[in-house]
């Protein structure tokens, strides 16, 4: 797992608009460092929608959970209260029992956090790796 | 407890949609009853922002914030994960140098979460109540 | 607006240190007016701990959810980053299904947020009302 | 940068005590994954309160902030709501205009998860780089 955010972007790709809002900023006036990797899970939860996922009825049906195993993030420039953003989820990998996105948050086309996130699915009852359902496995293709 | 939050719905009315993401419940299941109040936030920020108002820059142009002075809050029924609600603000009160607004959390139709908010206007510089600038008492009108 | 939050503090009474971090503020300068009320269910959380109920597993074994039902805040003055915080609970209520605290934020005995919240007890399975169990009604008294 | 999360430890080293709220966990009865990284900006915050730097008026003062410029993060066990995490953050990196932390969060010795932070000083006026100030230097020694 080489942490290369962001550079492995063929596949299946998603985004989402998010707006700033103050609960996204902190004190130096942008947004909280950690609120980026929330809008990023936000648009790996829409990408699932849209190919017909609820996460939630999903989760429950194969009891499993989609937990992350590992995230690398680089920020580049800050975004402010009210700004509009551009969240993208781009499908980076496919595994037996994990799953990799490269994400973007942009603004106007403009960079400004550049990520990988690793997912591992895991048993709801054990937290052991458990194998990637055919039903996901397929819309990420 | 006489508070009758959204009580007092005439007036301006604005909504938006709200999908609920893991990162906004808790481990009960449910939405974290705190992050209903974030949802009304943004609520009020995008109703402003569909009158021309962006609170960024109008809150270093006039010097002031607005903040919550005071709210209520009823909790009828929890919303789950991955869920669409709709966040609604009316208008309920326009002060000399304060604000107030009865919001409610709907699920297809179904009220969730029932608020009145009362806001003031309050200088940057002193934190002390502020006039109400008359730009935003002309687009809550 | 009569509901007084914080009025009635009788009773039982437990108060913890806060410090307020970036993550707690937004770009006012100020902690996010819900993250007082974030604060205050750790404050209710530590009660319940330091009389010997640990929430996770109390909840499982009865099979109920303490989830809040009504609070009301006021906001008197404004928190800012790196501050250290007093944060109270005081048991203001207890009834057949129910539970209400008299909280309070404080910095150096001045008064910043005072709030009502009233619980419901509740059950993990259908979200209805359920009584409010015995150990739980022992430590409240 | 080769983003070996919690390899380089030696050098001050610091921990604080955290306590797992509802508001911490998601709907998967786990902490949500971000706000572990939430939980280490409490933990640098407090090893600079520790060393007599308030970053509050420190970075007023100075007129810079000290932003995270890139993270990565193993997440190898879940907490879960009401245990008690130890946080920890040791200095691995003092750069001209940077800073790294390699930091863990652990329970009863066991280790949950393993990040590597790095910072960078800005200016708060303009957002590009700027020397890291000696006073803050001397601490982290």
Known sequence: MSAQPGSAEAGVRFSIPVRV???????GGVVFHAQYLAFMERARSEFLNARGI?????SEAHGVLIVVH???????RPARLNE???VTAA????GRAS???AQRVERAG???VDARIDLAIVSRATMK???LPDDLKRVLG
């Open 99 to 101: 799953l990799g996105y």
């Open 21 to 27: 809002y103050y609960q996204d900023t902190d004190a």
């Open 129 to 131: 790796p458990s194998r």
């Open 91 to 94: 499908v980076a990998h496919i």
């Open 84 to 86: 509009m953003l551009t």
């Open 70 to 76: 590992e995230l690398t993030a680089r920020y580049l």
């Open 54 to 58: 609820d996460l939630a009825s999903w």
């Open 110 to 112: 403009e960079l400004l």
